[in-house]
């Protein structure tokens, strides 16, 4: 049995793909088209679904929509009769959007998918979230708290999964609580990456990082915008903001009045503590002043998203009494608020699953279909996230053959990773591209940029001459899953998945050891590597072990500031030419610049 699930026209446009009941193939559109976060009709991730299940569109039993789009259109519809004529223009983008193809998804996917109507079907969008956590995890039993921006209606639901794995009794996800638009935490959040002077849904990271610089003194301020009761449900004072009736601006004057004017977004970020890569042009007093104030509200909001999240987080316990939890929803991506999670509330384990957004949503959806509506049992459990296309060797072969590039081919698999491994240990970067790539948006070793996180500088060489990005953003390091407790502080916690896809931030051990890694408030987001998910990039990390005694890489993303994570080798190469990265290796295939 096939069953597709689709989510798009919002965030993260994504398809995937489940064989009776499992997770076969799931991709983000944008790795496709290059465009990042695109969230249009994600036709590209279908057809490469379909390719590697080699099937037809009409062979599919279901395909499933993560909302339900008319639903989303009342809520658009009410929030601008609501708030006219302030929101005349939402009107006519709402217009031109839903009566094009948004409203008529189901006709769109008919046509595009070739499948009949009577299979297809919507999930609820928080539904689609907790599906996506619940099924993914080894839990048999679990609360859930799906927290986002906005999907029809609500922007937080609670609730809890029930579906053990003999098969015996009801597979069920009920959601019985929720904060409904426009009170809407991760709005909240994105309306503060704005005014930090960062793009709203890609941002939010960045927010983070330059939090760690500052000191939460705006904590009060930020209660002013929002109503927090005991039980962490919220309201927001909407006369700040402007999200639910304006296209463009999402805060106000009003807003600007209370914590000043919004962070220009083509200036740097300098504070005392930051390094600086432009020696010629030293920072101001004035310049790191602002900068600072900056930080602190970075820092503020992030305090305040926390505490809100420990606070709903302790609720939710206290109505399930179950001391597992699934985390699903854009805000889940937040991997400094999820530790604090797993350390000050009574949930003694959780699952996020990688592509906890929207993009997520088309595994979660179809997996609804499956155990909830068919009513099948469990046997899947998402241990890693390397479902998306991989490039036989021939087919990276003709492309460097094709380009007329030098290359040299080692088959011989320690000779490749102990070339890889004193690159890393003489200060050179590599580009690091094997298998399948990442569901999800963060890169787990196979569309990597490596180096040596025990040198200091390799942190500002990623970032300024390979990333080009700004020099205060953070590394993370990839552990070997049986030696992460050497160098961070983490309890039992290494079982837990979301220390497989870098959602958790932990304090670093030995800050000396691995500089490059360590962010400036002793914490690093980790991604711990199992030999068994991905042995490869295992047995790297092991012999970099072997010849440094560090037991970690540093890894960022295969990618360009403001650009898709790479997909094929001619997307590498690219990336690879642009930036002074220093070695790539495709497969088994090596380039030297
Ligand atoms: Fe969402």
């Known amino acids: 049995m096939y069953i597709l699930g689709i989510s798009c026209y919002y965030h993260d446009a994504a398809a995937c793909l489940l064989k009776d009941g499992e997770v076969i193939v799931a991709a983000e559109e944008e790795r496709f088209t290059r465009i990042k976060h695109d969230f249009s009709f994600p036709i590209n991730s279908i057809r490469f679904c379909l390719d590697y299940a080699k099937i037809r569109g009409e062979e599919l039993d279901y395909v499933v929509f993560n909302e339900k789009p008319f639903l989303k259109f009342e809520r658009i519809i009410k929030t601008i009769l609501s708030t006219y004529p302030r929101s005349v223009g939402v009107f006519q983008e709402a217009m031109i959007n839903w009566m094009g193809d948004k ?26 979230h907790a599906a996506s956590a619940f099924f993914c995890s080894p839990f048999s039993e679990a609360a859930i708290l799906s927290i986002d921006g906005v999907g029809e209606w609500t922007t937080t639901a609670l609730g809890k999964g029930v579906a053990d794995w003999n098969g015996k009794g009801r597979n069920e996800i009920q959601l019985f609580e929720e904060i409904r638009f426009p009170h809407s935490l991760g709005l909240l959040y994105s309306v503060f990456t704005a005014f930090l002077g960062f793009k709203v ?13 500052g000191k939460p003194k705006y904590v009060d301020k930020i209660y002013e915008l929002i109503r927090v009761n005991q039980d962490g449900s919220f309201r927001l004072n909407m006369k700040y903001f402007s999200y639910h009736f304006h296209t463009r601006r999402s805060f106000n004057k009003r807003f600007e009045g209370l914590f000043g004017r919004p962070r220009d977004s083509q200036s740097r970020f300098v504070t005392s ?18 900068n600072q104030y900056y930080a602190d509200v970075a820092v503020s909001i992030q305090k305040v998203t926390e505490d809100i999240l420990i606070r709903i987080a302790n609720y939710l316990y206290h109505k399930t009494e179950l001391k597992k939890l699934c985390l699903a929803g854009g805000v889940a991506l937040n991997c400094v608020a999820n530790s604090r999670l797993l350390k000050e509330t009574p949930f003694d384990e959780i699952f996020i699953q990688p592509s906890a957004g929207d993009g997520g949503g088309a595994m979660g959806a179809a997996l609804y279909v499956y155990h909830c509506l068919l009513d099948k049992p469990r046997k899947f459990i998402l241990k890693h996230a390397y479902w998306g296309k991989e490039y036989p060797e021939g087919q990276i072969m003709s492309f460097l053959k094709k380009n007329n590039l030098r290359y040299q081919y080692i088959g011989d698999e320690d000779k490749l990773l102990d070339l890889v491994v004193n690159a890393l240990i003489s200060g050179k970067v590599v580009g ?24 200091q500088k390799m942190k500002d060489i990623v970032n300024i001459k390979i990333k080009f990005r700004e020099p205060f953003r953070p590394f993370a390091p990839s552990v070997l899953f049986d030696k992460a407790k050497e160098l961070f502080e983490l309890n039992n916690s290494q079982e ?34 199992n030999k068994e998910t991905n042995p490869r990039y295992y047995r790297l990390i092991e ?10 890489v540093l890894n960022t993303s295969f990618n360009l500031k403001g650009e898709p994570i790479v997909n ?26």
């Open 201 to 213: 849904n890609e941002g939010e990271y960045k927010v983070m990082g330059m939090g760690a610089f």
């Open 103 to 128: 409203l008529w998804i189901k006709s769109l996917i008919e046509e595009k998918v070739g499948i009949s109507s009577d299979k297809i079907l919507f999930c609820q969008h928080h539904l689609s």
């Open 273 to 290: 503590k930051t390094s600086l890569y432009d020696y010629s042009n030293p920072p101001t007093e004035e310049e790191i002043k602002a």
């Open 543 to 552: 012999r970099f072990y072997q010849a440094t005694a560090v037991p970690a």
């Open 496 to 529: 837990h998945y979301p220390l497989r896809f870098m959602l958790y931030t932990l304090p670093v051990k030995k800050r000396e050891l691995i500089p490059a890694v360590t962010h400036i408030d002793g914490s690093s987001r980790i991604q711990v590597v």
């Open 568 to 593: 094929s080798p001619e997307d590498a190469f690219n990336t690879f030419s642009k930036s002074e990265m220093d070695m790539l290796i495709l497969g088994n295939f090596v380039l030297v610049r």
């Open 432 to 455: 690091w591209f094997q298998g399948r790539f990442e569901w999800g948006p963060r890169a787990l070793g196979n569309r990597s940029i490596l180096a040596d996180p025990r040198q």
